[in-house]
């Protein structure tokens, strides 16, 4: 888990200067799916 956390917060922010509004909107939801679905499964 803590692995892939890592994986996913240096591509967000590697890629965040180079992204456009649209992509950040996009990484953003993405990203907060992914707590989302990590919190609903912890908590069930």
Excluded: D, P, Q
């Amino acid at each position: 888990m803590k692995i892939g956390n890592t994986k996913i917060n240096f591509r967000f922010k590697v890629g965040w200067k180079e992204s456009s509004t649209k992509e950040r909107i996009i990484a953003i939801l993405s990203y907060l799916a992914i707590v989302a679905i990590i919190i609903y499964f912890f908590m069930k």
